[in-house]
C-alpha cells in the first residue's frame, strides 16, 4: 500500500472541497451573518454554538477561535440542552448551529424551547433544503461534493468546510470590529506569542550602550571591534548628523571577504547595506518579530523617529522572550 500517495489524496480532496467552498459561497447570506453576529456582540450579547458529533467538535474550536479574538462565544452542549443547558442562552444572543445533513435529531429537539428566546438562529449546513436550514435566520451551505474518506462515509472533506467557514466568519469579525495585536495579547497573556505582544520594541532591545556604531569612514576591522565587543551581530553606520545611513553585518562580511582579502583595511561605507530594514521604538514587538521572519535576518536596528539609531533587536532575544 502507497501510504504517501493515500494520504495525498485525502489532503487535494479536501483542498479541493476548500476551494469549491469559496467559490460558491453566498455573499449575501454571510454578509447578513456578520452583520447579526455585530449587532449581537455590539449589544453585549453573546454567540452560542451548538453541534452534534464531530460537528460539535468543529463548533467547539469555532467557539474558541471566536472567544479568543474577543468575540464572547460559548458552546452548547446539545444533549443537556433540555436538561437545564439552556440557561447559557439569553435574549439578544445569536445561535450558531452546525449539522451536516440538518436534520440531527438532538440538535433540532432544541429547536422549539429556543424559540421562546429573542435570539437569532444561523445554520452552518450542507442540505440548504433540511430542517435545521429552514428554521434558520441565515444558512450558511457547506455542501461538498465528496468525503475523503475513501467510503465517502467519515466526516472529512464536510468537517474542514465547516471549520474553515467557521475561520472565516471569526477572522471577518475581528477586522469588523477593529480588533488590535495589543487586544490579542490581553486574552493571551500567558503563552509564547502573548508575551510578545504585550511588549514594544524599546522594552525589549538593546540599549544603544549595546549596539555598535561606526562611520562611512571607519576601517571594516575597526567595525568589527565595536560588534564583538558589543556582542552583536550587527553595526549601525551613521552620517555626521547621527542619522542611519547604513548597517554592516557578518553576512555581509561573509560575502565579502572572498573578493577583498584586505577588507578590514578597507571603509565599511562601501560594503555596508546602504537601505537598511528599521523597526520604531514604539512599534510591537510582535512587528519586530514578522519583520526578522519575513526577510529572514538576525538583527533588527531600532530607530527613533529622526531615523536615528537608538538600540537593536536581536532574533535570539525574541526567541527567549518567546520560551522557545
Known sequence: MDYLSKASRVILIEADELRRLAERLDGEAFRRAVE?????????????????????????????????????????NSLNALHGDLGLVADGDVVVALSYGGETAELLNILPPLARFNVKLIAITGNPQSTLAQAADVCLDVQVAQEACPL???????????????????????????????????????????RVLLFRVNQIMRK??????????????????????????????????????????????????????????????????????????????????????THRIDDLIVVDPENRPIGIVDSQDLSRLQGV
Open 36 to 76: 447579526i453576529l455585530l449587532e449581537c456582540l455590539e449589544n453585549r450579547g453573546k454567540i452560542v454554538v451548538c453541534g452534534v458529533g464531530k460537528s460539535g467538535h468543529i463548533g467547539e474550536k469555532i467557539a474558541a477561535t471566536l472567544t479568543s479574538t474577543g468575540s464572547t462565544a460559548v458552546v452548547l
Open 152 to 194: 465517502n462515509l467519515a466526516p472529512t472533506s464536510s468537517t474542514t468546510a465547516m471549520l474553515a467557514l467557521g475561520d472565516a466568519l471569526a477572522m471577518v469579525l475581528l477586522e469588523a470590529r477593529g480588533f488590535r495585536q495589543e487586544d490579542f495579547a490581553r486574552f493571551h497573556p500567558g503563552g509564547s506569542l502573548g
Open 208 to 293: 544603544s550602550t549595546q549596539l555598535a556604531v561606526a562611520v562611512p569612514d571607519d576601517t571594516v576591522l575597526d567595525v568589527l571591534k565595536k560588534m564583538t565587543k558589543c556582542r552583536t551581530g550587527a553595526a549601525a553606520v551613521v552620517d555626521v548628523g547621527g542619522q542611519l545611513c547604513g548597517v554592516f553585518t557578518h553576512g555581509d562580511l561573509a560575502r565579502h571577504y572572498q573578493k577583498h582579502p584586505d577588507l578590514g583595511s578597507l571603509p565599511v561605507g562601501r560594503f555596508m547595506t546602504k537601505t537598511p530594514i528599521t523597526v520604531g521604538g514604539d512599534r510591537l514587538a510582535a512587528e519586530a518579530l514578522h519583520v526578522l521572519k
